[in-house]
């Protein structure tokens, strides 16, 4: 087995052969000033089962993960599995309004052509997984993220909202810590509270989970008003940290004491690693 890691996934790359005990075969990687990218990859790939590691964000690295698997195709690769561990375009995972498209189905579709089989870890939705026509799977990153939360004396999870409630109900059966969910209610034009819906979060230590932070609005805003509400520590725990637009500095504003992160992104709050939990996946 050999893997091929992009550039944007190079450290989960990196581990992941580590783990499997197979080769990383190094890649040539540039942008021309036009912004075009090209990549080689020097390397014997006939006949081997080829793993290329890459998230799709930003845009970019999209092109990347398709040139890879187009090397590892030319080459003439016995098998072809696209590890994804951030797949961006997860939030378009329907049509909302008339006129728009599935972006998360239109990228399936393009990954698909050149690959036999894909993993990523906590797809936004379950179903994104069906959007593709070949052997598809998903990591949950939540036990993962529930064992590095372990040592922090969790008292309850939150969800910012009920459509996130699954996932924060998995990490707190994990960590054997209650549960429940954030809700928003407006009580005039500009002003609106957000609160747990059932549990008092007075004296407590607070994980808010969610599987993406992208400006860390979402989390901000529940954290100024956990902290508001009495909470002692509040967590922003996260699978993908986008941490867009100084997102770290904004959450530490509001009162976050800690952001942690999986590595499916590469970023300085990314604590927890999924390599193990993939190879796990691909054995
Ligand atoms: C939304 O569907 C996601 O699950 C996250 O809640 C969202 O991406 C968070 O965005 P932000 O960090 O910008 O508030």
Known sequence: MKVLGGSASSRTARELA????ADLVPVERKTFPDGEVYIRVDAELRGEDVVVVQTTQPNASLLELLFLQEAAH???AASITAVVPYYSYSRQDRV???GEIVSAKAIAELIELKADRFVTVDPHKEHILGFFGIESHGVSAVPLLAK???????????????????RAEFAAKCLGADF????KTRLSG???????KRLDVRGKTV???????STGGTIAMAAAELKRQGATRVLAVCTHGLFLNNALDRLKGAGVD???ATDTLENPAASVGCAEAIADVLR
Do not use: C, N, S, W
């Open 18 to 21: 580590a783990h499997l005990g």
């Open 74 to 76: 030319d080459q003439g």
């Open 96 to 98: 909302f309004q008339h």
């Open 148 to 166: 590095h939360l372990a040592t922090r004396k969790v008292d309850t999870v939150l969800a910012p909202d009920k459509g996130a409630l699954d």
């Open 180 to 183: 429940d969910y954030m809700e």
């Open 190 to 196: 500009t002003d609106v509270v957000m609160k747990a």
């Open 207 to 213: 994980a808010v989970v969610d599987d993406i932070i």
């Open 258 to 260: 800690e952001v942690i």
